[in-house]
């Protein structure tokens, strides 16, 4: 079993770096491979609603989000961690997700997935409430912690400091093993994921 930590910060070694790589460290304790996936600090493009991706597979700009919806597909679970920036996660990593989940939904739907945030000070709550509606339009369960998925701190150091931070950190890589571990036990017992209807309306009619 594979789990990839999605690092939606400017900077690689950040604090959300180190958010994730407490994440993995618990994940691989329990046997579970990790990558995390630095997204880069170049400007991208966000979604232009061509609808191009419905026939390409994939979306018309051939960047980060193709290669994350590509991973995505080897992949049994996700976390995906930010920056908070003004209130909500990083611009950068709500683009990519945009064009990654409405692209390549499928590579994504009924795999258990986390939010993780660092902050200096506040917004990490309006944040993990942003990426977690990625998590529910895509039928993916979400996996919690023992409290808020949060660090804080304004550089690396402070957040290795937040020894209650990274417990959260910790625990949620452990609950992650144990539900990908049962996932696993229910598809070897013949328990598949369900065949959702697709009904689209507007509010008109």
Not at 91 to 117: C, E, H, I, Q
Not at 154 to 165: R, T
Request: with cysteine; net charge neutral; hydrophobic share 40%.
């Amino acid at each position: 079993m594979k789990v990839l930590l999605v690092n939606g910060s400017s900077h690689p070694d950040g604090c959300t770096n180190v958010a994730l790589g407490e994440v993995a460290r618990a994940l691989n304790e329990e046997g579970i491979e990790t990558e995390i996936m630095f997204i880069g600090n170049q400007p991208l493009p966000d979604c232009i609603a061509c609808g191009k991706c419905r026939e390409l597979g994939k979306c018309v700009f051939d960047d980060v989000a193709n290669e994350l919806s590509e991973k995505a597909k080897s992949c049994d679970g996700f976390v995906f961690g930010s920056p908070v920036y003004y209130a909500h996660p990083s611009a950068r990593l709500m683009t990519v997700m945009d064009r990654a989940f409405y692209s390549g939904k499928d590579s994504f739907a009924f795999k258990p997935a986390a939010a993780v945030l660092s902050a200096r000070r506040a917004g990490t709550t309006a944040s993990f409430d942003v990426i977690n509606k990625y998590f529910t339009i895509c039928s993916m369960p979400i996996v919690s912690s023992t409290y808020w998925n949060h660090v804080y701190g304004m550089k690396p150091e402070d957040v290795q400091e937040d020894k209650e931070g990274l417990m959260t950190m910790y625990n949620i890589g452990k609950n992650m093993a144990w539900l990908l571990k049962c996932l696993e036990l229910g598809r070897s017992n013949g328990i598949t994921a369900p065949h959702n209807e697709k009904i689209a309306t507007n509010f008109v009619r």
